[in-house]
């Protein structure tokens, strides 16, 4: 096994050499890293940004940059994250280099349009940082709401289009892994043998489909309005600016489950490998899956209590919002079940998927008092809306993505990292974020608005201490990012299956070869059977 | 990396990507839905203004090239070149006079100072103004969706030429086909909600 060379050797198509063998690849894999890479440059980029954005807020007045800079930062802070960091990160990164592999094929379905995604991906960016350059860029914040996105002066036009080329990108992702579950999978691999993480990217790509076709055209609206005028939005002219944010929320919040359910995916795949225990309730987690994909597309006004809508409304966008929360807190359950009397086996990726749980299930009750109409009258709009994001957003899909970064890590690179500097950057990224966060729920049951340059003086605690929490999350955050990075030095010494892991990915060696296997992966009645990998452990300690 | 070469799994990826087509036009329709509602009587008085000749035509147009494109794609099946160019030529003629029929209404509102902005709909009624922006926003997206359908048909009636499509792999031909006829079903109702709308 271990004359197979890796796809890093193999070009394809193989008449390609040197740069161009990544840039016009079709192999998944490689279209993969080149995601991860552009990936993690954004994600860093945007870190940066916030950690100056709480620099500024960390004292009253103007610290050291201007309240314009400064609703430009959050704006971009906002795109980078939402449209470069967090929709793409878990599926086209994990997704392109993992669904195939999971399934136990060579490709995507679709691999020229594979690589069509990931121009469009870099286009969005390079547009998004051009608006950067020409009059500003947009300080409507990342959901450009009418009528300010209309009539500010700030560059929005070129911001909005980059979103909308983004959006390309994500549908066409999400076609590309429908298509590929439907058509490519194994033969023996009935659709209850799919593992957790695949289950959660088909899921997750049907609201890709559903959803981002409606941004698409309401991101669109905004730049003919910007050009042209029609007046679709303006009051003045008979249009109305809440069908604007109604339009943007159907497909905004569906997309916070295009970010959360591939993170779930991630901890569905963790868990079980770590406490050598096939996983609680397969089928009840299939099921919240798609649950929360038909269920969160529902609920897009949520967001829009304090907008004007009619009471009757108002009570049936909770009611759903509520719906929502009950397949979420399934696969909560299911998780902490596996725990249960698993012979449990500490490693980074678990530590994080650990802090994932608990930080998740933070965010989404703290996400109950925002979806019940009474309270959110009270928080709407406050600090503590942004700290129930980030507690889903990043202590949820962020988590995820980093510990699927450091549970696939060996797979894709064939090299091992340093366990130790990566749990002193996990905890110090988790003690940094309760530090940052915990604060700012506070902050906004006391009524500090978010979005806001300056504040009132009893507000200047909290702000202060999340300054400091913001500093330990950054360092935490390069200390694992860079602990995985200088393992590329290394030789390629990754066991094929450092884990002992029962999905079709880890019975290939590490890094995979060009067609994913080398011999015919065999398909396990049940994905998550594990009494193999306890009698091949338990073999191993007796005999040494 | 193999050869597979899945038509039923093409055609699968083709319908998913019509479906977020629909979708896009949904958002639009929405709009149209709500600003009916709210503005009904100068949303009729608009649509009177529209003529319904030139509505009746395209839409006749679009019939006859949907189905001379599909009559191509049977006929590419049956190994039938000629026929299969034939049809696939007739679908873009058909597409060519559509947009030649859309160049003169949209000059001729334009001309009567009917256009986004203009002083006539920003200082009369505003849900006339709301039903024109709809109108040139709508049938304009739907305009460059025929110059894609166009641009796709095209490329289908150079390949059969070539022989690059055959009766054994016409998928990009399916396919483009699959992309015409939504084009045409997109103005199936586009023409009633602006032209029939009393």
């Known amino acids: 096994m271990e004359t197979v060379k890796s796809f890093f050797e193999t070009p394809s198509p193989a008449r390609f050499k040197g740069i161009w063998s990544w840039l016009l690849t079709t192999d998944h894999k490689r279209i993969g890293l080149m995601y991860l890479f552009s990936i993690l440059f954004w994600f860093l980029l945007a870190v940066l940004l916030g950690g100056v954005i709480r620099l500024e807020l960390m004292f009253q007045g103007e610290t050291f940059i201007s309240a314009e800079v400064y609703n430009s930062l959050f704006t971009l802070h906002g795109v980078i994250m939402i449209f470069l960091f967090i929709i793409p990160a878990l599926p086209a990164v994990f997704g392109n280099f993992f669904l195939p592999m999971q399934i136990g094929t060579d490709d995507v379905f679709f691999p020229k349009l594979n690589l069509l995604s990931w121009y469009l991906y870099m286009a969005g960016g390079i547009i998004a940082i051009i608006s950067l350059f020409s009059d500003g860029f947009p300080d409507t914040g990342w959901t450009f709401y009418v009528p300010f996105s209309i009539s500010t002066h700030t560059n929005v036009s070129t911001a909005v289009f980059a979103a909308f080329v983004l959006g390309i990108a994500s549908m066409l992702t999400g076609l590309n892994f429908i298509t590929t579950i439907h058509r490519m999978r194994k033969k023996q691999m009935g659709w209850m043998q799919i593992p957790l993480f695949t289950w959660s990217l088909y899921a997750t790509s049907w609201v890709q489909l559903l959803a981002t076709p409606v941004v698409s055209i309401t991101l669109l609206l905004v730049i003919i309005e910007r050009y042209v005028g029609v007046g679709l939005f303006d009051p003045s002219r008979g249009g109305d600016p809440i069908l604007y944010q109604h339009l943007f929320w159907m497909y905004s919040h569906p997309a916070v489950y295009i970010m959360i359910l591939p993170g779930m995916g991630v901890i569905s795949e963790i868990i079980p490998v770590f406490s050598r225990k096939s996983i609680f309730g397969y089928k009840a987690i299939v099921a919240s899956s798609m649950a929360i994909a038909i269920a969160g597309s529902l609920v897009w006004a949520h967001h829009m209590y304090t907008s004007g809508m009619s009471d009757t409304a108002i009570f049936v966008f909770s009611l759903l919002t509520f719906v929502v929360a009950i397949p979420s807190a399934i696969k909560v359950f299911s998780w902490v079940a596996t725990l249960y009397k698993g012979s449990i086996q500490m490693t980074p990726p678990l530590f994080l998927a650990l802090c994932f749980i608990y930080l998740f299930s933070v965010g989404g009750l703290t996400g109950l008092v925002l979806g019940a109409a009474g309270t959110d009258i009270y928080v709407h709009d406050t600090h503590f809306v942004v700290a129930h994001f980030h507690f889903t957003m990043f202590g949820g899909t962020g988590f995820a993505f980093f510990a699927a970064l450091h549970y696939w890590w060996p797979k894709m690179f064939g090299r091992m990292y340093d366990f130790k500097k990566a749990y002193i950057g996990a905890i110090l990224l988790t003690g940094g974020f309760m530090f940052h966060y915990v604060p700012m729920f506070i902050l906004g049951l006391q009524g500090m608005p978010r979005r806001y340059f300056d504040y009132l003086p009893q507000y200047a605690k909290g702000n202060f201490f999340a300054g400091f929490g913001a500093a330990f999350m950054i360092i935490g955050i390069f200390l694992m990012v860079i602990n995985l990075l200088i393992t590329l030095r290394k030789p390629m010494d990754a066991k094929a299956d450092p884990w002992g892991g029962t999905t079709l990915e880890w019975q290939t060696p590490s890094p995979p070869p060009l067609h994913n296997f080398v011999t015919e992966p065999c398909v396990l009645d049940y994905p998550y059977d594990f009494t193999g990998v306890v009698k091949k452990y338990s073999k191993n300690t007796k005999g040494e | ?198």
């Open chain 2, 1 to 198: 990396m193999s050869s597979h070469s899945d038509e039923s799994g093409k055609k699968l990826g083709m319908w998913l990507f019509l479906y977020t087509e629909i979708i896009l036009f949904g958002g639009l329709f929405v709009l149209y839905a709500v600003y009916f509602v709210r503005y009904a009587s100068d949303f009729i008085e608009g649509g009177k203004e529209l003529n319904i000749l030139f509505g009746v035509v395209n839409t006749i147009i679009l019939l006859i090239s949907s189905f001379s494109v599909a009559a191509a794609i049977t006929a590419i099946q049956k190994k039938e070149k000629k026929m299969a160019v034939t049809g696939l030529a007739t679908g873009l003629l058909c597409g060519l006079v559509f947009l030649v029929n859309k160049y003169f209404e949209w000059s001729h509102k334009i001309d009567s100072g009917i256009f986004p902005n203009s002083e006539k709909l920003v200082d009369g009624p505003v849900g006339q103004n709301i039903f024109f922006g709809l109108y040139y926003v709508i049938t304009g997206l739907h305009g460059i969706h025929i110059i894609i359908g166009m641009a796709l048909l095209f490329i289908s009636l150079v390949f059969v030429q070539t022989g690059k499509i055959t009766h054994e792999r016409f998928s990009l031909a399916e396919n483009s086909g699959l992309y015409w006829h939504l084009v045409d079903l997109i103005w199936i109702f586009i023409f009633p909600l602006f032209y029939l709308v009393i």
